[in-house]
């Protein structure tokens, strides 16, 4: 009989978030893969309990060598407890890797949810939360950026990412160039912590606000989606297709689901993005 991969979810910054399933799961589980082990034993101090089990030190660095290796104890009946030092493991975290790897492997997955900072930011935004995508860290390099904030222009669903500190300026001027001045979203930063802000108003708005002002800690921005009158231009689109193709998507679909979006010609632009690769 085999065990059990649980991806458990950890406090994004108040440790009373902690649910009485991690508390249970981190006093009893045979194994525990941690991304960071100090700072595993650090919120286990701060919640109040002892680790029992065996920690493994299971990080994006290490995650492809050693996920067999972990999930032969899965195999061999032991649950295994992955945890990363905030939110839920494979969400812009390790675990991703290990989890394709465990379905391939016929291993039961399962989870002990909690905390995210993606839902949390969504939720105090006050934008639209009926549809939306997480789009992770932006591109660091400013060209790079720019071509992927113009194949999100036309995205019609709220968008959420997460940015550092020291370039969460550079970003939200580069979204406000790209998605449009008047652009409605929010900066959310130190969710659940003593020092929790949101700034709500336009890109403008944000951008001189983060260009005044430090923002400091962990930070996840959210933009509402493109609204359906919006003028693009055609670079915009065909930014959008081979952003599309390079995430594996056949040339056709992806033409085919930008133009009926946005009206634009099919044909025109699968001839644009043709002449763009």
Partial sequence: MTGRLILAATPIGNVDDASLRLRTLLEQAPIIAAEDTRRLYALAA?????????????HEHNEVDKADALLDNVEAGSDV????DAGMPSVSDPGYRVVERAIERDLVVTSAPGPSAVLTALAL????????????????KA???ARAIAALSVEPRTM????????IAATLEAMAQGFGQERKAAVCRELTKTYEQVLRGTLAQLSLAASQEQLRGEIAIVVSGAPHS????????????LARVEGGERLKN????????TGFSKRDLYAAALAAK
């Fill in 46 to 58: 701060r919640m109040g309990i002892t680790i029992g089990g065996k920690v493994i030190s299971f």
């Fill in 81 to 84: 407890v992955m945890v990363t």
């Fill in 125 to 140: 935004s006050g934008l639209p939360t009926d549809r939306f995508t997480f789009e992770g860290f932006p591109p660091r």
């Fill in 143 to 145: 060209g790079e950026l």
């Fill in 160 to 167: 959420v990412f997460f940015e550092s500190p020291h370039r």
């Fill in 230 to 241: 919006v003028e693009v231009s055609v670079d915009a689109l065909v930014a959008e297709v």
């Fill in 254 to 261: 992806a033409v085919s689901e930008v133009a009926q979006a």
